[in-house]
């Protein structure tokens, strides 16, 4: 019963949303005004049914009901219960449930509370909300449907790719669509904009808060997933530019990118067609990347459906979207009138900087992800990796960082870099510093030495701006941006330390060997055999000490899953302020002997902690917009009520 | 500059955002030309083998028989064979759990001077989702016909 009435949830919901299109157009035409009546009550409506259709797949999960053919090909009775609600979204169907979801929730949350813009621009929003919408329920009802029937029900489930039976997926996922829909939203708002040819601050203000949410999500999800496939994959490596990772990067480099470009709009009103652009791209970017993943055009662990059919329908949904927007975008943006002028030295400069830097390295990535695609189909197999994309996305990234670095202290509008003489060198300074302590240490290589010296620079003119102001006073947003820059600064630290110092130990030993990486010592003490819910493994017992401090234990484990067969390596990690100690365990050689390899890698954490940072800076911008929006409609209630009362 | 009227602010800018974009791509393609890292199977680098140090991957079947740990017990040699010519091959590392004689392997790493493929890193089948791009034609009727050639 729970499938059938998911299902009828999901049908009911993908009628709703052609309601909400058919009425958005037509309530923008003179004849069809009260068809606007319509439009939000559609949304919120499609918005509750869809939460009904992915409760229902979420109960079949926990349940485990096997007598529906997603279940059973994802799910096992014998797995621990977290694993088995993930579970949904850890497959091809439950994944695109959840993501029409959280797309409708968006689309109802803006039908509820947003009242700002003027009502035809909000019309046309939630019109193209609900067009977008549409194209992925036909997906999942006409190639995608999780509510399928299987008869007779399965004996026992399939189970769950060992390798996303983790705490991560959990959370993963769910992080990464947040963000991706997010950015659904800044695309039908600036869809509403043009088509309604209402490019105003207002506008930018309105669709901040949606882009500054979406982004805070990307970073999240990229954060939590790059420090999953370091522990998981055990390859001690933290970013392989696979072509999955590059599917998270894009759109977070377009939405950091549409970010700045909306504030110049919001605070300036300049960039005003940039920012359109900028919110039609970010969006794409996020179809290409569902595209990449979900086509089966990649093969990895993200690749759940390998069916043309589908790919093809993914590929036909982003021509269509992106085509018609495109399309849009050029008829429309001649219409759109010049926003206010600005000098090149001011921050709408430095901005300008960044939003040209940010798009050049988001074409970089984009072609080194494409190009293997591109020549398979000419019979020719290359793979691109960190040999491409490092250097040539460094190339832009570095003027960025420069200019990072001393872009907030400039002020809008015009401004002259011998006002800001003392920070510049306070700037230099710190980079004089960086480049001195780097080539004391020697032996490194260019771009981390590049990056140390401008993780220097980054985190002292970061916190420069503070400089002067009174700390209590200082808005929220001001604080974000501050925290944010510095998160870059950490964790441009981290990956350049973690490539610049990273010591590295492979050894075959025995029971009772010693092994040394970097300042550690590690003692083997014994290998034996452990056993967990779903699995077997071997356990290597490690007793590891820091110079002379007390040892500590650690356990990486070789695990073997039954369900479905398939062993992983579970490293084991030891966490320092300075740094982590990495071991893995392999195999047995032949007389006995057992591979462990060991990682010392000083101050790799910042990487990670320098990304929880950035989402912070954005979670206070985020609080600090949203207050002073509240409070703003606040007083503008209070006066209007004076105001009636006056007149009675 | 504060003669320049919008209109022209507008082009300037966009002259700039081009310029930047289009440099990128330049840019990038020359880099992709220089740095892809191309995927040889083992007649096709006999044959034509590749700069030394160069990135390339190397694809292919473990050879029966062709596996040997050094005493150090991490440092492993095996060919690598795709019916027609073998190429040696020298890892240092922990193994992926699937990679056994007989079973297709991608290895990444370049070609030494002596003729030795020094390998990286090792990708064999993780489990039945998860196969290296490269081997996924290989698998099947394909990779019978090489393992059946090879062991005899």
């Known amino acids: 019963m729970i499938a059938e009435f998911g299902l009828a949830a999901l049908w009911l919901a993908a009628a709703l949303a052609a309601l909400q299109l058919l009425s958005g157009c037509l309530s923008l035409t003179e004849k069809g005004q009260n068809l606007a009546l319509l439009v939000r009550p559609a949304a919120v409506i499609q918005a509750v049914l869809c939460a009904a259709a992915f409760g229902s797949l979420l109960l079949l999960f926990a349940r485990t009901d096997l007598s529906v053919l997603l279940v059973a090909m994802n799910s096992h009775s014998a797995k621990p219960m977290i694993f088995k609600v993930a579970a949904t979204w850890g497959n091809h169907e439950g994944s695109m449930l959840l993501w029409v979801t959280v797309m409708a929730l968006a689309g109802g949350l803006i039908a509820l509370i947003e009242k700002r813009l003027p009502e035809r621009t909000m019309l046309a929003t939630l019109g193209a909300q609900a067009f977008v919408g549409l194209g992925f329920y036909a997906f999942l009802l006409f190639s995608s449907n999780p509510f399928e029937r299987l008869s007779p029900p399965a004996e026992q489930g399939m189970g769950l790719n060992p390798l996303l039976q983790d705490i991560g997926l959990a959370f993963h996922p769910p992080t990464l669509y947040l963000g991706y829909v997010g950015l659904s939203v800044a695309f039908s708002f600036a869809v509403g904009a043009l088509l309604t040819r209402n490019v105003t601050p207002e506008f930018a203000r309105v669709m901040r808060p949606w882009i500054l949410g979406a982004w805070i999500f990307l970073t999240l999800g990229i954060t939590a997933g790059s420090y999953w496939a370091y522990y998981e994959l055990g390859w001690g490596g933290w970013w392989f530019w696979d072509p999955v990772e590059n599917a998270s990067l894009m759109p977070w480099l377009a939405a950091t990118a549409l970010l700045h470009s909306a504030s110049v709009l919001a605070s300036r009103d300049a960039l005003r067609t940039w920012t359109i652009m900028l919110g039609v791209i970010a969006f794409s970017m996020s179809m290409m990347g569902t595209f990449l993943v979900r086509s089966g055009i990649l093969t990895s662990v993200h690749a759940f459906a390998v069916d043309p059919e589908r790919g093809s329908f993914i590929l036909a949904l982003l021509v269509l979207n992106i085509g018609a927007a495109l399309v849009l975008f050029a008829l429309r943006a001649n219409t759109i009138s010049e926003g206010q002028q600005f000098r090149a030295v001011s921050r709408e400069g430095a901005l300008v900087i960044n939003n040209v830097a940010l798009s050049a390295i988001l074409g970089i990535v984009l072609l080194g992800t494409l190009y293997p695609l591109l020549t398979e189909a000419f019979g020719i197999r290359v793979s691109v990796g960190p040999p491409y994309f490092n250097p040539v996305s460094a190339i832009f990234a570095v003027p960025m960082l420069i200019v990072l670095a001393v872009g907030p202290m400039l002020r809008w509008r015009r401004d002259s870099l011998g006002r800001i003489e003392k920070p510049i060198i306070a700037v230099i300074l710190a980079g004089l510093v960086g480049i001195i302590v780097a080539f004391s240490l020697g032996g490194i290589e260019l771009l981390p030495f590049i990056g140390i010296v401008l993780s220097l620079m980054v985190a002292v003119g970061s916190v420069l701006p503070l400089k002067g102001r009174s700390l209590r006073r200082l808005p929220l947003a001001v604080w974000g941006m501050v925290i944010a820059h510095l998160g870059i600064a950490v964790a441009l630290f981290g990956m350049s330390a973690d490539s610049a110092f990273t010591q590295q130990t492979l050894v075959a030993a025995s029971p009772g060997d010693v092994a040394k990486v970097g300042p550690w010592t590690i003692t083997l003490e014994s290998v034996d055999p452990v056993a967990g819910p779903n699995w077997t493994a071997l356990e290597g017992r490690m007793a590891a000490s820091y110079r002379d401090e007390p040892a500590q234990r650690i356990a990486p484990q070789s695990r073997t899953f039954w369900a479905p067969p398939q062993q992983t390596s579970e490293s084991a990690l030891l966490t320092r302020w300075n740094g982590q100690l990495y071991a893995v365990i392999g195999n047995e050689a032949e007389d006995g002997r057992w591979q462990l390899r060991l990682w010392w890698k000083p101050f790799v954490t910042f990487i990670w902690y320098g990304g929880i940072m950035i989402a912070l800076g954005g979670l206070l911008a985020l609080m600090g917009r949203v207050s002073v929006d509240l409070r703003r409609r606040h007083a503008q209630r209070r006066i209007e009520q004076r105001h009636e009362g006056y007149v009675q | ?152």
């Open chain 2, 1 to 152: 500059m504060s003669a320049i009227k919008p209109k022209h602010q507008r082009l300037v800018l966009l002259v700039i955002a081009l310029i930047a974009l289009i440099g990128a791509g330049l840019l990038a393609a020359w880099a992709l030309r220089n740095q892809a890292s191309y995927f040889y199977v083992p007649s096709e680098i006999v044959a034509h083998p590749p700069e030394a140090d160069r990135a390339v991957r190397l694809g292919g079947m473990v050879q029966a028989g062709s596996i040997k740990t050094d005493p150090d017990g991490v440092t492993i040699h095996f060919m690598v064979g795709d019916g027609k010519a073998n190429v040696p091959v020298v890892y240092a590392g922990i193994v992926p759990s699937l990679f056994v004689e007989g079973s297709g392997v991608v290895a990444e790493g370049r070609m030494g001077k002596d003729g030795t493929f020094v390998a990286d890193n090792l990708l064999a089948k993780h489990d039945e989702n998860y196969v290296p791009r490269e081997l996924k034609d290989m698998s099947g009727a394909q990779a019978k016909a090489v393992v059946s050639e090879t062991s005899q």
